[in-house]
T-cell receptor, first 114, second 111 residues
């Protein structure tokens, strides 16, 4: 039981390049989330998917797109990377909508945009 | 978005000492979660709280859901070197709603 799996672990991009961060969970969770973590700012929500087939913007969605490919997978895409997107990205999931929820995280992707 | 105020921002303690940290909010939450994050890793869930006044332990860790539902507390007893890391609180306004996070408490344990 791997939980939440993210790839890649590290990535370096040049300004303007695009890339997709992949996330998969094997806990049959309904809800999935993408966060970014910056020093001194805690975890900020980029996008989330409350259930398969739905996605919604979080606190800092600009410059990102997401796809809920199926119940297991939720990807985050940077179409034209900017240095301000240098951060650590975390995917998370929770059962969603059933009460007494627990949020589980992947191990993160460290992204540097030069 | 919602702001969770977590304090202290950092702590330097001697091995064996007890640790206390807290999170406060201007909003009422129905769920509080506490996490520990090691360098280069994702946050790991330590304790989940779902009722006002609830007190829950996980080994040497004890967390409480404040009776006002606007705060939560985490205590670590008899700290050891492996307790080093960053501790985060997270709150959820209601079932199915997003989670909001504190900015973390960095804990250093001096052997």
């Amino acid at each position: 039981n791997a939980g939440v799996t993210q790839t890649p672990k590290f990535q370096v991009l040049k300004t303007g390049q695009s890339m997709t961060l992949q996330c998969a969970q094997d806990m049959n969770h309904n809800s999935m989330y993408w966060y970014r973590q910056d020093p001194g700012m805690g975890l900020r929500l980029i996008y989330y998917s409350a259930s398969e087939g739905t996605t919604d913007k979080g606190e800092v969605p600009n410059g990102y797109n997401v796809s809920r490919l199926n119940k297991r997978e939720f990807s985050l895409r940077l179409e034209s990377a900017a240095p301000s997107q240098t951060s650590v990205y975390f995917c998370a999931s929770t059962e969603g909508g059933v009460g007494n929820e627990k949020l589980f995280f992947g191990s993160g992707t460290q992204l540097s945009v030069l | 978005g919602q702001q969770l105020n977590q304090s202290p921002q950092s702590m330097f303690i001697q091995e064996g000492e007890d640790v206390s940290m807290n999170c406060t909010s201007s909003s009422i939450f129905n769920t509080w979660l506490w996490y520990k994050q090691d360098p280069g890793e994702g946050p790991v869930l330590l304790i989940a709280l779902y009722k006002a006044g609830e007190l829950t332990s996980n080994g040497r860790l004890t967390a409480q859901f404040g009776i006002t539902r606007k705060d939560s507390f985490l205590n670590i007893s008899a700290s050891i070197p492996s307790d080093v890391g960053i501790y985060f609180c997270a709150g959820q306004l209601g079932t199915g709603n997003q989670f909001y996070f504190g900015t973390g408490t960095s804990l250093t344990v001096i052997p």
